[in-house]
């Protein structure tokens, strides 16, 4: 077994977190974390119709849970970040960023889950940390850049260009570089598991911008020891939006019995002819880009793997993603980063995906309820029981690959109130993952900037001082024209590469 370089705790000497230097806010009608009670609103059986059932659901995502507040002994040598916005030499948000390392002679180990992770991950190793926050990044750009709230005729596309993208959302840092865009249908059938717009002058009726593919600089290629091709696929802005479609049916994909839930399926291989963005399908459109680029870079004598990451029901076909990928390249490196991401398959596509040498590290928040879908709907979960006890094994839904399981409660920085919602927010997997450092001394202090988990909530303690749901569009999407004097709607083909645009 190769050895890794130990994990030092370098945070166990750290003063406690003193609350009197930090600026104070009131919130009308708050209690303190002390008076809260344990309520933990469950998912229990009704005897009722399968929509009622998902309604039900849907109206948990948002009910507040409580608890207790007790910070344990090994949260008290947490050192919070400093609240001060302002960049003085000295006094910022959160630590530097550690130099990354060379790890070409550890990729196997570290990537490819060669031993499944085992011994990496209690503790902590910061390489695997950092490998799993970067392809967490890439998931998370996908919401970032995704236009939901700024003019109807853009709904539902890419706020910026391909070559644009880790500019703007600054992951330059990572060492990637997009090489294309990828669209999926926004309505199967009667369903509507992604967004559209209603706009009569919209830039597609029919598609979705749904992720991006891109693949790694010669600098981070030396780095990880080889090229490495990056599929990040997004999830729903609302997980209700495909909750309430979800109908939890599986069908057969290829040979022997194995299963998919149908609406991912159909997600991934929808496509029309009549459409601009989608005369191929999501699932074409990814395997000619890896194909392309596996060619290209294997021509050139290196060594070629494929990372696909997603969150939510980009998780779903990041694994649909991987099983297509596995069949078509036997020889490609394949690993799977999932974050809250729902069961897709039954049982025998769980053991295809093993056959084939997938590795998979799916990550959950304990408290988040998407990854227990769609089998934790009481009528799938009865009739899974009951097909189980018969022996009918292809109809009972299961997870795929490792799990690395999050406590949302374990976490000092964050407000000991939460919803069903927020427990499935990307950042705040990622903030747990920053912190976590093994499972018995909690948390460390981590490199991520802790302002990002109120990027779209408002779970940060108020005692750091960030504002709720900060993050917007600057202008609200608009842009100032220089030679008129006006403020105006950005144009779509102005925003796109050429190459972004499939002909009509």
């Known amino acids: 077994m190769l050895h890794l370089p130990l994990v030092v705790d370098f945070h166990h000497a750290v003063k406690p977190f003193d609350r009197s230097r930090h600026r104070k806010y009131t919130s009308h009608g708050s209690k303190s974390a002390a008076s809260l009670t344990h309520v933990v ?36 040598n947490v050192k919070y970040t400093t609240p001060n916005l302002v960049e003085v030499q000295g006094d910022f948000m959160s630590p530097a960023r550690s130099p990354e390392e060379n790890m070409s002679n550890k990729w196997q180990e570290l990537r490819a889950g060669s031993s499944k992770w085992e011994h990496l991950l209690d503790p902590f190793h910061p390489w695997l940390r950092a490998e799993i926050i970067k392809y967490g990044e890439f998931a998370q750009a996908t919401y970032d850049a995704f236009n939901n709230d700024c003019f109807p005729e853009c709904y539902g596309n890419c706020r ?30 009667v369903l509507q598991y992604l ?11 029919d598609s979705n911008w749904i992720g991006f593919v891109a693949v790694s600089n010669d600098d981070e290629s030396k780095r990880i020891g080889r090229r490495d091709i990056v599929m990040a696929w997004r999830g729903t802005v609302a997980v209700s939006e495909w909750i309430s479609d979800l109908e939890a049916k599986l069908v057969l994909i290829g040979d022997g019995d194995v299963m998919v839930e149908y609406g991912f399926h159909k997600i991934y291989t929808s496509k029309c002819d009549s459409t601009r963005y989608n005369k191929l399908s999501a699932s074409e459109q990814v395997m000619e880009e890896v194909k392309k680029l596996e060619k290209l870079y294997r021509e050139k004598g290196e060594k070629v793997s494929l990372t696909i990451t997603g969150h939510s029901l980009g ?21 799977v980063i999932s974050f809250g991401a729902p069961q897709v398959g039954n049982i025998g596509f769980r053991e295809k995906i093993n056959e084939m040498k997938v590795k998979t590290m799916r990550i959950v928040v304990k408290q988040d309820k998407v990854p227990t879908l769609p089998g934790e709907l009481w009528l799938i979960r009865i009739l899974q029981t009951l097909l189980s006890i018969t022996g009918m094994r292809k109809w009972v839904y299961t997870h795929v690959g490792e799990e690395l399981a999050l406590d949302i409660t374990s976490s000092p920085h964050l407000k000991p109130k939460f919803s069903y919602k927020d427990c499935h927010n990307l950042e705040i997997y990622l903030h747990l993952i920053d912190r976590l450092h093994n499972k018995d001394s909690g948390f460390r202090e981590g490199e991520r900037d802790i302002a990002l988990v109120n990027k779209n909530t408002g779970m940060l303690i108020q005692e750091i001082g960030i504002p709720e749901n900060w993050y917007q569009v600057p202008h609200k999407g608009l842009i100032f024209n220089t030679i008129i004097g006006r403020w105006i709607k950005p144009n779509r083909v102005n925003q796109q590469d050429e190459d972004d645009v499939p002909p009509i």
């Open 41 to 76: 609103p469950e998912i229990v059986d009704r005897p009722d119709d399968y929509m009622s059932r998902t309604k039900f659901l849907e109206e948990k995502m948002t009910v507040p849970i409580s608890w207790k507040h007790q910070v344990p002994k090994s949260k008290a």
């Open 195 to 205: 967004e559209r717009s209603q706009s009569p002058h919209t830039w597609s009726k």
């Open 315 to 335: 998780g779903a076909l990041a694994l649909l993603n991987a099983y297509e990928a596995a069949a078509s390249l036997p020889d490609l490196p394949i690993t």
């Open 160 to 189: 910026y260009r391909k070559h644009k993208l880790f500019d703007e959302l600054h992951l330059t840092k990572h060492g990637y570089e997009v090489t294309k865009y990828i669209y999926a249908m926004s309505h199967v059938g």
